[in-house]
């Protein structure tokens, strides 16, 4: 009985946190889908740079992920003004497109590989670093929480004893 009273409270304890894990997941997984195979067809279908390819995808990646975390991952935080959110994210999202072109420009121009799966495999490593800066910026300067509502606790005076003169 005690371990499934221990795991109710943790669950309520981190429950809009896991919650927003698996949104974030969710949204990530679909950008990231739009990104890979964008990706791809720049470089391999339209015959663009690796570096180039990349960007332009994650552009359209971003702009769908834009959209999915204010709507759904973070519907309930504040919303503290669409252009000044939209900016933001998109500067995070080039700060969070860094390692992806690193590593995609090492492996390509520094190692010379420049087949489907070397590029590939250097876009995983990199969205994956760029993905943990992107989670943590976004939760900490994008998408505010939402403002906590005083109880009635705080609200109310203390009781106690009247004093008059």
Known sequence: MRDVQFLRRAYERFATLLHELLKFGIVGAVAFVIDFFGSNFFRFGLGLGPLTSKVLATIIAATFA?????????????????????????????????????????????????????????????????????????????????????????????????TTR
């Open 66 to 162: 834009y959209l999915g975390n204010r709507y759904w991952t973070y519907r309930h935080r504040e919303q503290s003004g669409l252009a000044r959110e939209y900016v933001l994210f998109f500067v995070l999202n080039g700060i969070g497109l860094l390692p992806p072109l690193i590593v995609i420009g090492f492996v390509t121009y520094t190692l010379g590989l420049h087949g489907l799966v070397a590029y590939n495999i250097a876009q995983i490593i990199g969205t994956v670093i760029g993905t943990l800066f992107r989670f943590w910026s976004y939760k900490k300067w994008v998408f505010l929480a939402a403002p906590v509502q005083p109880s009635v606790e705080d609200i109310a005076p203390q009781a106690g004893p009247l």
